[in-house]
Nanobody, 118 residues
């Protein structure tokens, strides 16, 4: 089992920045990809960014050049970050931390609200 705990959401004006964090604990050695998804009002959940265990990254076109995903490996935990710059009202959503191990169902965090005002 893997536990994911997010933090860092909030309210920011357009053009501003926010940083999200996700602490993963439990069976973290099996994880081969972590990432962030988001779900805006009335929208389906969509991929924001992913980071593989070998350092590969993937970003949604809508956030390329503005968002950066990274991670710090601790002894018993992994902390994943999402640095969000030049935020737009369209980035308003609940952001979910995601983690996946091979042949396992994905793990999800509880979500953190990001609201960007115009």
């Amino acid at each position: 089992q893997v536990q994911l705990v997010e933090s860092g959401g909030g309210l920011v004006q357009a053009g501003g920045s926010l940083s999200l964090s996700c602490v993963a604990s439990g069976s973290i050695l099996r994880l081969n990809v972590m990432g962030w998804f988001r779900q805006g009002p009335g929208k389906q959940r969509e991929l924001v960014a992913t980071l593989t265990s070998d350092g590969g990254t993937n970003y949604a076109d809508s956030v390329k050049g503005r968002f950066t995903i990274s991670r710090d490996n601790g002894k018993n935990t992994v902390t994943m970050y999402l640095q969000m710059n030049s935020l737009k009202p369209g980035d308003t959503a609940v952001y979910y931390c995601y983690a996946k191990a091979a042949f396992r169902a994905p793990y999800w965090g509880q979500g953190t609200q990001v609201t960007v005002s115009s």
